[in-house]
């Protein structure tokens, strides 16, 4: 497994973005996908799941952000719609995703290198 990310750059806020996850080692679709991000002084947080037909988001993108995945691709998608500058963090895409307890994933054991994501005017 080799998760590659891509898609960060500057938006406004208001704005939307596209990331990309990519397994350049293997087919995804034989993993649950976790998207995750973390600012600048804070710790890594989840932010999104993919396993099959379910899709969870944490609480704070919840209605904004969307989670997919195109099997054909080898690509899972976090598209982020009405960007807040508190959504500033570089985004992470790991798995697999064995469990979830509340919003603390588990069974990472494979991570991209991130793509940042800055929101400011």
């Known amino acids: 497994v080799q998760l590659e990310e891509s898609g960060g750059e500057l938006v406004q806020p208001g704005g939307s973005l596209r990331l990309s996850c990519v397994d350049s080692g293997g087919p995804l679709s034989n993993y649950a996908i976790g998207w995750f991000r973390q600012s600048p002084g804070k710790e890594r947080e989840s932010v999104a799941y993919i396993g099959g037909s379910t899709t969870l988001y944490s609480d704070s993108v919840k209605g904004r952000f969307t989670i997919s995945r195109d099997n054909n691709k080898n690509t899972v998608y976090l598209q982020m719609n009405s960007l807040k500058p508190e959504a500033t963090a570089v985004y992470y895409c790991?798995?697999?995703?064995?469990?979830?307890?509340?919003?603390?994933?588990?069974?990472?054991?494979?991570w991209g290198k991130g793509t940042p994501v800055t929101v400011s005017s």
């Open positions: 790991a798995a697999p995703i064995t469990a979830i307890i509340g919003d603390t994933y588990f069974g990472m054991k494979y």
